[in-house]
C-alpha cells in the first residue's frame, strides 16, 4: 500500500494536521492538509497546508518568513489526523505569537500568555 493510501481524509478530502515544536512537544498551530499539500511537505520538507477560507494551498511562512521546518510525520491510529514535528522559527502564530495557543482560560475569560515576538502590522502590512 502507497503511503497516502494510509491517510483518511474527511469529505472534503481533508485531514487535520497539528504542528509540535520538535525539541520542546509545544503544540504551535493546528491546519488542515489535503492530499496535494501533505505530498508537497514530504517532497520539499516544509509545512505546507490547504487554506478552507481561501480554498488554496499555503507555505507556512510565504508571508512571514517564519517557515516551518519538517523533521518528522507522524500518523495517529486511525489514520485521520496528522502530526508534523518542526524545527519551529521564533514566532509562528500570525498575531505575532510564538504559538497560535497563547490564550488560557483562567476562571469566565481567556487571558494571553506570553509575549508577542513580532508586529503582524509590520510583517502584514495590516492588523492581524
Not at 501533505?38 to 490547504?50: N, W
Request: net charge negative; glycine share 8%; with cysteine.
Amino acid at each position: 500500500m502507497n503511503w497516502i493510501e494510509e491517510v483518511k481524509f474527511d469529505a472534503n478530502g481533508l485531514v487535520p494536521a497539528i504542528v509540535q515544536d520538535e525539541k520542546t512537544g509545544e503544540v504551535l498551530m493546528v491546519a488542515y492538509m489535503n492530499e496535494e499539500s501533505l505530498k508537497k511537505t514530504v517532497e520539499d520538507k516544509v509545512a505546507c497546508f490547504y487554506s478552507r477560507s481561501r480554498q488554496k494551498l499555503w507555505v507556512k511562512g510565504e508571508t512571514s518568513g517564519n517557515f516551518l521546518k519538517v523533521k518528522e510525520i507522524w500518523l495517529d491510529c486511525d489514520g485521520d489526523a496528522i502530526l508534523l514535528k518542526v524545527e519551529a522559527p521564533p514566532a509562528v502564530c500570525h498575531t505575532g505569537y510564538r504559538s497560535c495557543f497563547h490564550r488560557v482560560l483562567r476562571g469566565d475569560k481567556f487571558e494571553i500568555e506570553g509575549i508577542k515576538v513580532f508586529s503582524p502590522e509590520e510583517v502584514y502590512g495590516k492588523e492581524k
